[in-house]
Structure formats: structure tokens, C-alpha cells
């Protein structure tokens, strides 16, 4: 598959993918500096969840990269700056705050090494996280296709393919691994506004992968659906909760009420990394408030009377009751979703407890 | 009401409001060649189902103004050169044949008499016509106003107002008419892709009227309902059948749907010559395709990768069931729409009858 590499570590610095310029212009930038890092995270230079998560982690790597002591002071304060600059770029994504938290992990646990070892753990961590992150790619990709309906119509929303994570995708693994299979009849892309992830990203990864596929306006949804032209709707995910809320891309909710009303199922492709088991419902999710202008301009043309107070949600929460499934790299979740969560944590833990034992 | 003029007769021309410029520019156009206003409305110059109606009855004025002889063979060469003319800029409006038919009829009514008297009668028609808009859009308001909830937060979508009709509007109207009765809190617009009618001309109406409101991107909707931010949706119609089904612009399905899972009344507000008598259910109306460029590219700026294929219908059919009332001119009809639409032929035919006989 012609996987396009969004972002990669490259003899001590982080090479990624300026994705506000696509699909007219493919810029790579690279850099050794955390914050330009951290900038494209909040710019949407670097988006989707899964790879905003592996940006962060390389970004500490760079950051760790320019110490020169590992005195436990220095370390700890290097810790918190570099979490602070990282937690404050979007506030939705879970894979965010689970990635930091691996990273501090990872970095407090070789405490007290020499410097040259501490930053080797760093990085081999980030790129374990990288890897695992392609490895979850393939899995789900694989699991999510076993679950699509013979001559499968997919709709899918946002961008959720190598654009979005360190591999081939969430939602669009299953969309690329379920074309491999022949088990693909088209895919349509909702064009996601307002910054228009769908025709800029999707479009572009499908038509590299060769993918067959027809674009709308994210308001031509319902009527596709109504005029039987899809059978299947399949997203990614920002954040899920304990009881199988899920926080994705503003317009997801809209479509999970549709599938709902034309009996179509309704799937969340999502790594564990996205679930945070610490959020018992959707409600508690913060949602990120973009600015008034990504409605009101376009490519830096006015498109409302200047002065326009525009609602500009980055996110929308889908309740559990329109979810027929969340696919994980470790198995496909279905309602009760609670007890599926407790399931998939017991089964995590036994495996570490494998891990320990037989290492 | 600071009501806006986007098309007036004057002096033996038609002045119209190029309504693609907006909110940008206000350009108007003076022509007296039929050609130009048929073009304005093939390129949405033009817009909104009775506006285009009215348009049209003007058009064949000016071109009912060239002929230089009442000779009857030339008078049917006429109106049936003027018709195709009309007929073939765009399928779905109702409002447009309703207003094509009117003026034939008018033209073959006082056939044979000189031929100035003949322009007359044809321009007479056609005044009418746009004063009877006017006087419609002042009821639709008044009687829409009445069904809205106490306090009503308003979701509408595209552009219902002066830009769209011969007065202050359909949907809109209702909403200007609360906000003057003190019955409005707020209007959610939908920004309407692909062409903006929400962002681009709903919100500079608005804007004018000094009506508070909020844009959103059509994706929106949804959560705004689900956060109870909206308890009523209007919108307008570009043809409703026998049954009740209402074709709208593309989206409107969509927010159909949403208000019925949200438990959120759906009204539909348009004029009787929206209705096609002819036609029983929503299956039969011809939904005008549009150009895949008006989704891939945005004010002449390509915003997805060239050659891609996107599906661009204009409107889309909500069935009967969704839809809570249509309010019309002269009266609110409900479900049963079958029998609403009797009775208002009926009521038709008898102030016809009346006016027969007391003439």
C-alpha cells in the first residue's frame, strides 16, 4: 500500500507533513525545535489523534535532546515544560495525554541513568509508540473490514488514513484493508467543514490508494443514506469514554442520528489510546472551540459579512446508544460498552502480567 | 423592515441583485434582454423559488416588449421560444413552470387585441404577481409567527428572505416577524454548502434587519440540538407534492431528520405556488444536479485534489412524515397533507368562484 509517511524521526529531528498546504502542495518540514512541534499540532498541521499523540512524543524527544545535565532537578523541571507545552496544544484528543503520560513515564523510570542512555530511552520509546501505532493500523484495519457489509457503501467523515496516525488509519485501514479483500464497492467522503479534512486529506490519500470514491458536502449526508447509496458508516475517533461516548470531528453526531434513522450501523474505529478510562461519560469531554474565522474565511477569502459571530465546535459527541461497535486493535467493543471496557483493562493487565512473568 | 430589492421593474428594465457577489459586493444589473435574466437564474444571480419565478415573469415581459406585430402565429412563436427560455434554467422550483404557466395564460387571455395593449396586460401580470409574493410573504410571517415556541431559537437553512422572494421572505419572513412581536431569542444559520446561501446571504439579510443570529457550518446542527441551543427549525421550499414531501435545497433532509430524533417541531414555510398539484409524492420531482466544481472548488481556489469526483445534487426530498406544518399564504396545513391540499384547492376554487360572480 502506498502509505504516505506524515510524520518520521530522521537523524535527530521530526520530518512531517505541513497538511494545512495539501492537496495542492505536499511541504515537508523538519526541525530539531519541540515548540515548532508543538505549534503544527495546534496549527492542524499535524492532526488526527493517533498522530498528534506520536507528534508529542517526538517533541520530547527533541526537547530532551538539548539537555545537558541529568541532574534530577533539571529533569524534573525539563518534564513539566514539556508536558505543559504539549497538554496545551488541543484539548480533545485522548491519545494527546496518553502519549505525555507514556513519555514522562518512560523518561522517570531510567531516572538517574547517564544522559546518553536517558535520551536513547526516550527516543526508543517514542518510536515503540510509532510502531505500535502502525501495528494497531493493521489490526484494526483487519477487524474493522470482518464487520462491513458484503459490497460494502462506506460514508466516512474526516480524515482518519496515514494523514492521521503513524500508519495506514483507523477508519480508512478498514476502507483500504476491506478494498485489498474485494469487499469494497465505493466510499463516499462527507468534505468536513470548515477545514474541509475530507476533500483536502481523504480525497487525496484514496486517490493515491487507488480507492474509488465520490465526494459531497457534508449536508448531502442524509441523502445518500435516503437513496440507499450507502450501507455502512465508519469513523475515527477523538476521545472515548468509559461508557462508550465518543468524542470525533464536528458532524459525526449528525451522522450517527442519520444511520440511526435508516437502520444503517454506525462503527468507530479507534486505538485503546483513545479511550480514557478515567471519563465515565461524554459529557465531561472538553470540547476544543475554534475560531469564528475558519467559518467566515476560506483560504483567506471572506465567505460571511466580515464582523459574523460564527459557533465553531472542533468536536461533537456521539452518544453510545448510536455506536453498533468500537474497533480497537485489541477487539471490537459493542454495547454494554462499560462492561466490553472492564473486559478489554482485565485483558491489558493480564497481558502485562504475561509480559512480566515471561519476559 | 429594511427589506431588500433583488429584482424591481423599471422604466422597461429589469434591475436585479447579482446575488453571487454577495456579501462582498452589491452590484446590480439593468438589462432589458430576457437571455440575461434567464442566464442570472441558471447562475443563481438569481435565487430562491418564488424570486425565480418572478424573475421569469419578467423576463418574458422583456421579450414580449420586442415583438413588433399581433399576429398570431407569431404570439405562439413567442410564447413558446420565451418558455423553453425559462423552462430549461433550472428543474426543481415549482414556483418557476407556476409562474410560466401564469404568464402564457395572461398573454393568450386578451390575444387578438392591439399590441400594446397586449404588453400591458403582460407587464400588469406580472407586477401582480410580485405584489402578490409580497403580500404572501407578509402572511406566511404572521401566521408562522404564531406556531413558534415561546422564546424560539431558530435553526434555518440556506436563504429564505428578500433575496429569495418579491418580498421579505418565506421562512425568513416568519423569522422577522417574531423578532418584531418580541418572540424571538436568537436564529442559528446553516452556512449551506456548497454555495453559501447561509454564510453569504442569510447572514448578511440579517445582519441588515439587526435580528441576532449565529452562523454555523451545516454539521453543526446537529450538536446545537442535542445541546439544546435550538427548539424549532424553519426552512423554505423549492417544490412540495400532494402528499406533502418538500423538496429544499441539499441539507434540508438532514436537519429533518435531527429535529424528529431531538423532538424539535419542522416547519416548512412557502407559497401556494410552490405546490405541484400535479404530483403526488416527492419521488416524482426532478432533483437538478449541479457541477462537481461548485464542491471542489470555492471562489475559484481548488480546495480538493483536481479531477475528483464529487456528487452535487442541488435540493433533497424530505417525506411528508418529518415535516410538523407547511405554512403557506393562505393557511397552515398539516398531516394529513392529502386532504390539507384538497381543502386549500377547494377554498381556491370557491374565492374563485366568488370573484366570478361578484366581479
Sequence with gaps: ????????????KVRFLDQTRLPLEEVYVETDDEAVVAQAIKSLAIRGAPLIGIAAAYGFVLAFN????????????????STSLFSSTRPTAANLFWAINRMRHAVIDVAGTPLDEMKARALAEAQAMHKED??????IGQLGSELLPPAASVLTHCNTGSLATGGTGTAQSIIATAWEQLKLRHVYIDETRPLLQGSRLTAWELEKLQIPFTLITDNTAGFVMQRGMVNVVVVGADRITLNGDVANKVGTYGLAVLAKYHGIPFYVAAPT?????EMTSGKEIPIEQRSSSEVTQLAGRQIAPPDVDAYAPAFDITPNELVAAIITEKGVLRSPFRMAMEMLMKKDLSSMVRKAVFR
Tied chains: 1, 2.
Excluded: H, P, Y
Design 273 to 277: 489510546s483513545t479511550i480514557d478510562f
Design 66 to 81: 538539548k539537555l545537558q545535565s541529568n541532574d534530577g532537578r533539571t529533569i524534573v523541571a525539563w518534564i513539566e515544560k
Design 134 to 139: 502502525e501495528e494497531m493500523c493493521r489490526a
Design 1 to 12: 500500500m502506498n502509505t504516505v509517511r506524515a510524520i518520521e524521526w530522521r537523524e535527530g
